[in-house]
C-alpha cells in the first residue's frame, strides 16, 4: 500500500487535472450528445480504454524511466515495481472512468453502471497491458503509445472481421459494433485471460530484464 501511494505521489496532481478535464467533457456530451449518440456505449469500451493506456504509457513509465537501471539494480523485486506503477496508474484512471460512468448513468440512463463497468475493464485492461509489455521491452519514449494507438486502430478498422467465425471472442469493441450473437459477456472474459496472459509475460520479460 505505501508503495502503491509512493507511485501515485510520483505521479503528481497533472493526471487529475487531464482525467477531471475528460469527466467534464463526458458530462457535456451526456447533456448535449443528443439520443443517436450510445455514449455509454462508445465512451466506455472505446474511448475510455485507449485513453487509460495512454496513460500507462505516458504516466507509468518502465525502461524509459530514466531512473530504470538504478532501480533496477536496487529493487529487491523489479516485477512489483513495475506492477505497483501499473496499478497507480489503471487504479486512479479507472476512479475516474466509474465517476463518469455514474454521471452518463445518471443523465442518459442508456445502461446500469456495471454493464458499463464490464464494458470499460476488459478492453482497458488488455490494452494497459500490452502497454506495459512495450514499456518493458523498449527504452524509447513512446513506443507504448504508439503501438497501443495502431492496435485500438486496427480493431476500430478491422470491425468487418466479426464476419469470419471465432472472431466475435475477442474483438476488442464487440458492443460497439453491435453485438448480434450476444456473446459480449464471454468475449470480455477472454479479453481478461488474455490480459492475465500477457502479463506473465511482462513477469518473464522483467525477469530476464534483472
Not at 449518440?37 to 505516458?58: K, R, W
Not at 529493487?75 to 489503471?90: N, T
Request: charged residues 15%; neutral net charge; proline residues 2%.
Amino acid at each position: 500500500m505505501r508503495r502503491l501511494q509512493n507511485e501515485l505521489k510520483i505521479l503528481g496532481i497533472n493526471p487529475f487535472l487531464v482525467w477531471f478535464s475528460v469527466a467534464v467533457v463526458f458530462v457535456l456530451l451526456s447533456v448535449f450528445g443528443g439520443d443517436l449518440l450510445c455514449l455509454s456505449c462508445i465512451g466506455f469500451e472505446v474511448i475510455f480504454p485507449i485513453l487509460t493506456s495512454i496513460a500507462v504509457s505516458e504516466g507509468g513509465k518502465i525502461r524509459a524511466d530514466d531512473n530504470f537501471d538504478i532501480i533496477a539494480a536496487q529493487s529487491r523485486s523489479l516485477f512489483r515495481w513495475v506492477l505497483f506503477r501499473f496499478m497507480a496508474v489503471f487504479l486512479e484512471t479507472a476512479a475516474f472512468a466509474l465517476a463518469a460512468m455514474l454521471l452518463v448513468s445518471v443523465l442518459r440512463q442508456e445502461m446500469p453502471v456495471s454493464e458499463m463497468l464490464l464494458l470499460y475493464i476488459s478492453p482497458a485492461l488488455f490494452l494497459s497491458t500490452v502497454s506495459v509489455l512495450f514499456g518493458v521491452c523498449f527504452s524509447q519514449e513512446h513506443i507504448a503509445t504508439l503501438f497501443c494507438g495502431l492496435v485500438w486502430l486496427f480493431a476500430l478498422m478491422a470491425r468487418g472481421l466479426l464476419r469470419l467465425p471465432g472472431v466475435k471472442y475477442f474483438y476488442l469493441f464487440i458492443c460497439f459494433a453491435g453485438d448480434q450473437s450476444d456473446v459480449w459477456f464471454i468475449n470480455k472474459v477472454i479479453l481478461g485471460v488474455l490480459s492475465l496472459l500477457l502479463w506473465c509475460i511482462v513477469y518473464f520479460e522483467v525477469c530476464r530484464k534483472k
